[in-house]
């Protein structure tokens, strides 16, 4: 068959696919965290490709496997302090693998009881985790913290609007309302206008000296929207904020909702990984009360992209959203307790993302987890101390392990910052980026990569040092 191959020969590609990888795999070390770019030449590799003349199958690997080494900020190296992109763990990419090949169809409980229930199963347990009631808890998977946070929209749209699955917004004669702060995660403002309601409906409240949302004017702002004759509807709190590792204080922003009957949701994209550890489970008090919770494991919990949990302690809610019914899908199974998936998201076909977790946990539990977020944890202090120690000022006073710094005196410069990062960079020696924290440029820096050990952050804080000679220099 044209597309599968001889067994020979996808035996003989599967072989060198998994040298190449493994080489990287192994081996991520010794390449330079990022590439210098060349747009005209990345377009031109891709582009020369026609699809008029074939390559050979593993020449087609090598092809990709070239590009990917050369046009890619490598995230999986342990010098690379950005973004929340972790390297992702051997079991995730199992697992990604044994996807691919069953490709179980997750719309349908029937076509695939087992993935469904792996991931009915792993709800249940993150669920716990956080503290949400047993005998309540909902929720699905996603692609995305992205997805998870329009999911929580939806929710509380409906929740609030007893009709609001078949009137929309078209029934309503006030405008929905919804609160988080100016630190919290853009996808929030992008969600707000996937769902029609707009920008303007979304107010970003200030925050306090430790970037955390000030109560005190969330409750003017209700106050006043109320007075306006709108319709607040929606809290949202940060917990690990994306800027600076800030967690919103969970616990007096759910007696808020309480007070004026809101839906709080608690975007734990990043920090909600805290939850796993005992030295850090305290930062997350409150989110026991969420309705709803966003969770990546794709970040902290370190499997392949794709995958993010919607939580919710509202059991029917996910159904009273997203409940349609068709004639064409497998029934559900009338005397099975059972829901199909399809009725309970955004998306219809699914992928069986929830396996990067299970293999995950099942060969290293609870514990594995403990341990790689104890020891990032670790490693975030010990950078904040070097830091410290060789006279940059810390900005940020996060528990979670992201530092935003800078230096006293060369901070004046207002290319200090820009300049430092992009020498960093360029040096293809560790990927770092800028935050501005009360309106002031500061470096950036986040352990991310459960491999990343103590000389790497000492290299780190050396070659910070040395760039920043250079500036000092460069000035004279
Ligand atoms: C990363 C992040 C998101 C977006 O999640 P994606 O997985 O990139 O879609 C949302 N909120 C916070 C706080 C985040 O850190």
């Not at 998201?345 to 594995?368: D, H, N, P, T, V």
Request: aromatic share 10%; net charge negative.
């Amino acid at each position: 068959m044209l597309f599968d191959l001889t067994q020979d020969l996808r035996l003989k590609i599967f072989q060198h696919t998994i040298e190449r990888l493994d080489d990287y795999y192994q081996n991520t070390n010794s390449r330079k965290v990022s590439p210098k770019l060349d747009v005209d030449e990345i377009l031109s590799t891709i582009k020369k490709e026609t699809f008029t003349v074939k390559k050979t199958p593993n020449e087609a690997v090598n092809h990709v496997i070239d590009a990917l080494e050369k046009y890619s900020v490598h995230t999986p190296h342990p010098d690379y302090f950005g973004l929340f992109n972790p390297r992702a763990n051997f079991s995730g990419i199992l697992a990604d693998l044994i996807t691919s090949v069953y490709n179980p169809q997750l719309a349908a409980w029937s076509h695939a009881p087992f993935a469904v229930e792996v991931e009915n199963h792993l709800v249940q347990e993150l669920g716990k985790k956080f503290g949400l009631k047993k005998g309540e808890i909902d929720g699905v998977f996603t692609t995305g913290g992205a997805e998870a946070n329009l999911t929580a929209i939806l929710c509380a749209l409906n929740e609030t609007f007893p009709d609001f699955a078949n009137e929309g917004f078209i029934g309503q004669t006030q405008k929905p309302i919804i609160y988080c702060s100016k630190e919290s995660h853009h996808s929030v403002v992008k969600a707000a206008r996937t769902v029609g309601l707009g920008k303007y409906a979304v107010r970003t409240i200030s925050v306090n000296n430790h970037l955390q949302m000030d109560p005190k004017q969330l409750i003017d702002k209700i106050n006043e929207d109320q007075h306006k004759g709108n319709h607040p509807f929606l809290l949202i709190a940060t917990a690990g904020t994306t800027g600076t590792g800030a967690i919103d204080n969970l616990f007096e922003l759910q007696k808020t909702a309480k007070n004026y009957d809101l839906w709080f949701h608690v975007d734990a994209a990043y920090g909600g990984a805290a939850i796993l550890s005992p030295n850090s489970r305290h930062m997350l008090n409150g989110i026991e009360h969420a309705d709803s919770i966003t969770f990546d494991a794709h970040k902290w919990m370190s499997v392949p992209m794709g995958t993010s949990i919607f939580l919710t302690s509202s059991k029917e809610i996910l159904a009273k959203t997203f409940r349609v019914t068709t004639e064409y899908m497998p029934k559900e199974a009338n005397e099975l307790e059972i829901v199909d998936p399809f009725t309970h998201s955004i998306q219809w076909s699914r992928r069986f993302a929830g396996l990067k977790l299970y293999l995950s946990l099942i060969i290293f539990g609870w514990e594995g987890y403990e341990e790689v977020i104890e020891h990032q944890l670790k490693m975030g202090h010990l950078l904040r101390e070097l830091l410290s120690e060789n006279g940059w000022e810390i900005m940020n006073d996060s528990f979670l392990p992201i530092i935003c710094f800078t230096d006293k005196e060369l901070r004046k410069d207002s290319q200090f910052v820009k300049w430092i990062c992009s020498k960093v960079i360029e040096s293809g020696e560790a990927w770092i980026s800028s935050y501005p924290i009360n309106g002031s440029n500061t470096i950036r820096a986040c352990i991310t990569n459960y491999a990343t050990e103590e000389y790497h952050i000492r290299n780190l804080v050396q070659l910070l040092g040395q760039k920043r000679k250079e500036f000092v220099h460069k000035e004279i």
